[in-house]
């Protein structure tokens, strides 16, 4: 399977009291994710099912996929924690057979991504230490959603990523 880990675009900062979920994305976040999405797309991806987070940056950030979701959208309180079992288990029951170009898309959080392809990828999540994904960017995994069934293919920036536009 293909695996695209997305971290959520640029949202507000986070005000003293305000609950962290509840954060949006900023305008110059959204402008930047919608033109990294088109470096995406010029690379031929389309997503056959999205999981994200419930919490409102990753979620309007999983909204903002939709010119290359071909399928459904899936909102995960497992990615708002520490990768668990019940993560991987999900990530694999929700991808479809692999073909060209067509993949699944996770988005969340840090630190908690660079922890999943920490798993993902090398079997332990601290070597996602050495991973940074910054806002609006993304990894391209392939292999199976197991520890260290997965090898990194891509990361990609999103400066890189609206570059390719």
Do not use: Y
Request: hydrophobic content about 40%.
């Amino acid at each position: 399977m293909h695996l695209f880990v997305i971290r959520h675009a640029i949202a507000e900062d986070r005000d003293h009291g305000q609950d962290d979920s509840a954060r949006e994305l900023t305008s110059d976040g959204v402008r930047k994710f919608k033109r990294g999405i088109q470096g995406l797309r010029k690379l031929g991806w389309r997503f056959d099912r999205v999981l994200t987070s419930p919490w409102a940056r990753a979620m309007k950030t999983a909204e903002l996929l939709a010119p290359l979701n071909d399928g459904t959208t899936l909102s995960t309180e497992l990615l708002c924690d520490k990768p668990r079992s019940e993560l991987f288990a999900l990530i694999a029951e929700t991808s479809g057979p692999q073909e060209d170009n067509h993949a699944t898309a996770v988005v969340g959080h840090e630190p908690w991504l660079t922890e999943l392809v920490g798993w993902l990828a090398f079997g332990d999540p601290r070597h996602g230490e050495a991973l940074e994904l910054k806002k609006g960017g993304a990894v391209w995994l392939e292999g199976t959603s197991i520890p260290g069934g997965m090898k990194i293919r891509a990361l990609l920036p999103p400066k890189v990523l609206r570059e390719m536009r």
